[in-house]
């Protein structure tokens, strides 16, 4: 009888942790920003339902990528759609992310292709995957915000 009963309490944990990977793979998707005409990058991102990041000025929703992501495209980073964002995480209770409006970003996933133009992207300094599984982390709200959908 005891032997039944662990068995019952083994499976429902096995079925948790299989839920839950399966959640976890569906919060992945494909992104590609384009930065101008010619310069675009595809990345990894996570969508992030602790990510509540908005610019204050035009109550945007905010995505992150890294660092090293961005790197190659700065200079199509132009200063005049450049903002201070502030934020708070786990890790560090205040600071500002560097952020600015680039030209467009599709993001790619089971239900299709979101065109999303003049999203707002902080960058990050250190790296936001610990096993560098994805690049970027996008804000849930960046769903709902103005854009055109696309089915695959």
Not at 129 to 140: D, G, R, T, W
Request: charged share 25%.
């Amino acid at each position: 009888m005891i032997s039944w009963g662990i068995l019952v309490v083994f499976l429902v944990i096995l079925v948790e942790i299989l839920y839950i990977k399966c959640k976890m793979k569906n919060d992945f998707c494909q992104v590609v920003l384009t930065f101008s005409e010619k310069k675009t990058c595809q990345v990894t991102a996570l969508l992030d339902s602790g990510n509540g990041l908005i610019e204050p000025i035009s109550k945007m929703p905010v995505s992150i990528i890294e660092e090293r992501i961005a790197e190659p495209y700065k200079e199509y980073l132009k200063k005049e759609k450049f903002r201070m964002v502030p934020f708070h995480s786990l890790g560090e209770d205040r600071g500002m992310l560097e952020a600015y409006f680039i030209e467009k970003m599709e993001i790619r996933g089971k239900e299709g292709v979101r065109v999303i133009k003049n999203p707002i992207i902080a960058i990050s300094k250190g790296s936001i995957s610990a096993n560098e599984k994805y690049q970027m982390i996008l804000q849930p709200e960046i769903l709902k915000y103005g854009g055109v959908e696309y089915d695959i």
